[in-house]
């Protein structure tokens, strides 16, 4: 019995050095990773402990690096102690070609393809790059790209008869959509294209580097375009707002003015687009890249080399996944007819006034 007992104290104790030389063999080291993923069925990108019912991307990312062995355990639990940091919060819905996590983990061999062999398919890691010690994903990003696609006869008048599938996007339309985009670059005043945030706010003042709308493109009998939007950051629910209100003004149920009047501090009714559509495209790391991108240790944050990779995880995961859920869900379709409730001519203040006096 005795020896029975020293066997597997020595069987443990050999065990754990093996660990502790993989250990040494592989020290933590603070990385980034490049992710994409589909976010239908997910309640956004962020991770909620101890709510269960609400499945995040990081649930299973983190899931997928404990079994990969590239955390231990407790760190997927307490996710400071690995230093995790996402670069964008995406919200429910939400797709990304380009998110970026930074993180400490233990580089072990093979470490990309065991972190995805744990992975749904809809959610891969595309590459990793060494970063320097103090390096947070969030804090050292100097802008984010989204891209919207959206069917195009969302942009059709209100009064005129649509065919969804036999709708198509006219160059004038197409010119007064990028006319209307572009009055957001700049720096503004957001708090009407988000909740929680008033009007003097200092927080709701952000600034817009560029905002267009591609040439469109037909899938399934449907056409598309894209929109693209690059910002120093956004808000919560910001894009959808901004490419909402562009949609009113272009069906004719908001006048021009409205985009200057919501920078105001009236508080101004802005409809909100459906998620579906929204993808974080890239984000940059420009001020990073500058100072230690060549200093011979750290590479810059640049994916050109995943390019392709990305290229074609949209075409598998992200735009059958918009394409085939407008067609089943009607997303679009079915928010559009909502934008007639909308009150685009009086504030907020007025409506209630007027509720008042009218009981």
């Known amino acids: 019995e005795e020896n029975g007992h020293q066997v597997k104290r020595l069987k443990r104790d050999a065990d754990e050095e093996d660990a502790e030389d993989q250990n040494k063999k592989s020290p933590k080291r603070k990385i980034v990773l490049l992710m994409a993923y589909s976010g239908k069925g997910y309640h956004g990108m962020q991770r909620n402990v101890g709510s269960s019912q609400f499945k995040t991307i990081e649930d299973d ?5 404990v079994q990969s062995g590239c955390i231990p355990e407790n760190h997927g639990e307490d996710m400071k102690k690995m230093s995790f940091q996402r670069c964008a919060r995406t919200d429910k819905g939400v797709s990304a070609a380009g998110q970026i996590v930074s993180l400490k983990v233990r580089l072990i061999d093979d470490i990309l393809e065991k972190i995805n062999s744990h992975l749904p398919s809809h959610i891969r890691i595309l590459g990793l790059k060494r970063v320097t010690g103090g390096f947070n994903s969030k804090n050292k990003c100097d802008a984010r790209t ?3 696609m959206l069917p195009t006869f969302a942009f059709a008048h209100k009064d005129h008869d649509v065919q969804e599938e036999v709708y198509r996007l006219d160059k004038e339309t197409l010119e007064k959509v990028n006319k209307l985009l572009a009055c957001y ?8 294209f988000t909740s929680q945030k008033g009007p003097r706010d200092p927080s709701a003042r ?3 580097m560029e905002m267009y709308c591609g040439e469109p493109f037909v899938r399934e009998n449907i056409e598309f375009a894209v929109i ?5 950051s956004f808000m919560m629910h910001q894009i959808r707002k901004m490419i909402g209100l562009v949609i009113a003004i272009v069906k004719g149920f908001a006048a021009e003015s409205i985009i200057e009047r919501s920078w105001g501090e009236e508080k101004v009714d802005v409809p909100k687009a459906p998620g579906l ?7 940059h790391f420009e001020k990073y890249n500058r100072r230690f991108g060549n200093d011979g240790l750290h590479e810059p944050l640049e994916w050109t080399e995943e390019e392709e990779k990305i290229a074609v995880f949209k ?11 407008e067609r089943e869900e009607k997303s679009m379709a079915n928010w559009l007819n909502t934008l007639s409730i909308h009150d685009f001519n009086s504030t907020v203040a007025g409506i209630q006034a007027n509720n008042k006096n009218s009981k």
Do not use: C, D, M
Not at 185 to 192: A, E, I, L, P, R
Not at 315 to 325: D, G
């Open 206 to 208: 952000r600034y817009i």
């Open 228 to 232: 693209k939007v690059k910002g120093q």
């Open 146 to 148: 989204y891209s919207y």
């Open 315 to 325: 075409e598998q995961y992200i735009y059958p996944t918009i394409i085939n859920t």
């Open 61 to 65: 990312l983190v899931s997928a690096l």
């Open 185 to 192: 670059k700049g720096t503004h005043n957001f708090h009407n």
């Open 277 to 283: 559509g929204l993808v974080l495209e890239r984000v």
